[in-house]
C-alpha cells in the first residue's frame, strides 16, 4: 500500500511538472526576446545535470521483495545516445511551443512519443500485443484526437473587419500587407504555426527514442540508476552542438575570399538572455527534470501500462496552460471541441499502452 501510494503521488507531479515545463516559453517577458531554441534547451540541460543527483536520495521500489532502496553511482556511456536524442528534440519542442502554440505542440509530441515507443517495442526487442485490433483502434483514436486538436486549436474563423480606404498609405498597405508586417514578423502565422507543427512531429519521432539506449545499459545502470548516464550525455551533446553553430556560425568571406573566423563564429551565436532568461529557463529545466525522475519512479512502481498511461495526462495539463492562460484557442466551440479531441487522443494513448504487453518498455 505504501507504494502504490509513492506511485500516484509520484505520477501527480510527473503529470504537473511534463504538462508544465514549457509554460515559461510563452511569458510575456520571454517572447519578445525570440530565444534561440539551442539556448532555451541549454537551460533545461543544466538542470537535467543539477538535479541528477536527487536520484540518490530517490528510493528505487523492489518489487520481488516489496522494499526501498537507494541506488549506487552508475554509469553507461548509453547516455550519450539518449543524450542525441533529448537535446535535438527538446530543442524543436522550444521551436513548437513558439510557434505552434503550448496546447497543440506539447499533445502532438506526447502522442508521437506512444506511438514511437510502441513501434521500438514490437519491431525491436520483439514485444508482444495482447490484442491487435485493440491495438489497432488505440491508434486510429491517438491519430484521429491528433487532427483534431490540430484542426481545433487554429480558433474560430473570423471575416476581417471592413476599413475605410481614406488615405494614400492605406491604399498601400492594402496592395502590399507583406510590407506592412510588425518588426521581426518574417513569415505569416500559418507558415509559422506549421514549421512549429514540424519540429512537434520531430520531437514526438526523433526524441520519443530518449530512453530507448536504456534497453541496452548493463542492469545496474538502468531505471534511476540510469538518470546520471542521462544527465552526462545530454551535457556533452548540448556542448557539442554549440560548438558545432560555433563552427557553422564561423565561415565567412573577407573580401572574396571564404573563410573561418573564431570572432566572427563567436559573435553570431544566439545569446542566452542570461538577466531574464535564467529564471524562467531554469524553471523550465527544473520542471522537466522532476518530470522525468518521477515518471521513472510511477512506471516502475504502478507499472508501464497504468503509469505511462497517467503520466501521458500531462497533454491534457499543457492543454489547459495554453487554452485558458495563454488564451491559445478563442471560442467556446472551439474549446469544446480541442478538448474531446484530446481526450479521445488520451483514450488512444491508455488503450495502446494497455495492450503492449511489455515488462520494461522504454519510457519518455
Not at 563564429?265 to 529557463?281: A, D, E, F, Q, R
Not at 495539463?317 to 487554452?323: A, E, F, Q, T
Request: glycine share 12%; net charge neutral; aromatic share 12%.
Amino acid at each position: 500500500m505504501p507504494g502504490l501510494f509513492v506511485g500516484y503521488v509520484a505520477a501527480f507531479i510527473a503529470t504537473a511538472c511534463f504538462g508544465s515545463f514549457a509554460v515559461p516559453v510563452k511569458l510575456p517577458q520571454i517572447v519578445p526576446l525570440n530565444v534561440h531554441p539551442l539556448a532555451f534547451q541549454s537551460y533545461k540541460t543544466l538542470m537535467c545535470v543539477a538535479t541528477a543527483w536527487l536520484c540518490f536520495v530517490v528510493p528505487v521500489y523492489d518489487d520481488e521483495d516489496g522494499t526501498w532502496s537507494f541506488v549506487g553511482f552508475e554509469y553507461t556511456p548509453w547516455g550519450i545516445i539518449s543524450g542525441l536524442f533529448w537535446v535535438p528534440g527538446g530543442a524543436m519542442a522550444i521551436y513548437a511551443v513558439q510557434n505552434a502554440g503550448l496546447a497543440v505542440a506539447q499533445g502532438t509530441w506526447s502522442s508521437l512519443i506512444v506511438v514511437v515507443s510502441f513501434v521500438w517495442g514490437i519491431l525491436v526487442f520483439d514485444e508482444k500485443v495482447k490484442n491487435v485490433y485493440l491495438a489497432g483502434l488505440g491508434v486510429v483514436g491517438l491519430i484521429s484526437g491528433l487532427v483534431g486538436m490540430s484542426v481545433f486549436s487554429e480558433g474560430e474563423k473570423q471575416a476581417p473587419p471592413v476599413k475605410t480606404l481614406n488615405n494614400e498609405n492605406d491604399r498601400s498597405a492594402l496592395l502590399a500587407p507583406e510590407l506592412q508586417t510588425p518588426e521581426g514578423e518574417k513569415e505569416k502565422p500559418q507558415k509559422s504555426r506549421a514549421r512549429g507543427l514540424a519540429a512537434a512531429v520531430f520531437n514526438g519521432l526523433w526524441g520519443g527514442s530518449i530512453m530507448v539506449p536504456m534497453h541496452y545499459a548493463p542492469a545496474e545502470a538502468s531505471g534511476m540508476g540510469y538518470v546520471i548516464s542521462f544527465a552526462v550525455g545530454a551535457g556533452l551533446v548540448t556542448i557539442m552542438l554549440w560548438v558545432a553553430l560555433l563552427i557553422y556560425s564561423g565561415w565567412g568571406c573577407d573580401g572574396d575570399k571564404k573563410n573561418w573566423s573564431f570572432r566572427r563564429g563567436w559573435s553570431k551565436l544566439p545569446s542566452m538572455h542570461v538577466p531574464t532568461m535564467v529564471g524562467p529557463g531554469c524553471l523550465a529545466g527544473g520542471l522537466w527534470a522532476i518530470g522525468n525522475i518521477s515518471s521513472m519512479v510511477t512506471v516502475q512502481v504502478l507499472g508501464e501500462a497504468v503509469g505511462y498511461s497517467i503520466c501521458q495526462t500531462s497533454l491534457l495539463v499543457s492543454g489547459l496552460w495554453g487554452i485558458f492562460y495563454f488564451q491559445e484557442v478563442k471560442g467556446f466551440r472551439q474549446r469544446i471541441l480541442w478538448g474531446s479531441s484530446a481526450i479521445v487522443t488520451l483514450l488512444g494513448i491508455v488503450l495502446l499502452t494497455a495492450e503492449h504487453d511489455s515488462e520494461a518498455a522504454p519510457s519518455a
